[in-house]
Nanobody, 118 residues
């Protein structure tokens, strides 16, 4: 059974930094795209950043220049370094991986709360 486990959320002051981590476990043959999404109260879930198996990255305009996505293929892990955080970045952050396994599809983490407040 494939599982994604996230860590690294918390409370941070505006201008601060956080690093989110997400690791997949289970019988995994391979992982293609990985990404981070977020959902604030009353809003739809939105894409924050994604990264292909070849390392090509894509960012939402709202986080460009502040957030960096990276991956470790050997560990089946994806990371999100968040700098210069703003109150509007407050949300539950979810990782997503397209995993090739017995059942190949998009798998999601459980979500981690990020709160930016003074």
């Amino acid at each position: 059974q494939v599982q994604l486990v996230e860590s690294g959320g918390g409370l941070v002051q505006p201008g601060g930094s956080l690093r989110l981590s997400c690791a997949a476990s289970g019988s995994i043959f391979g992982v293609s795209n990985m990404g981070w999404y977020r959902q604030a109260p009353g809003n739809q879930r939105e894409s924050v950043a994604d990264i292909t198996s070849g390392g090509t990255t894509n960012y939402a305009d709202s986080v460009k220049g502040r957030f960096t996505i990276s991956r470790d293929n050997a560990k089946n892990a994806v990371y999100l370094q968040m700098n210069s955080l703003k109150p509007e970045d407050t949300a539950v952050y979810y990782c997503m991986m397209h995993i090739i396994a017995r059942f190949t599809h998009d798998y999601w983490g459980q979500g981690t709360q990020v709160t930016v407040s003074s």
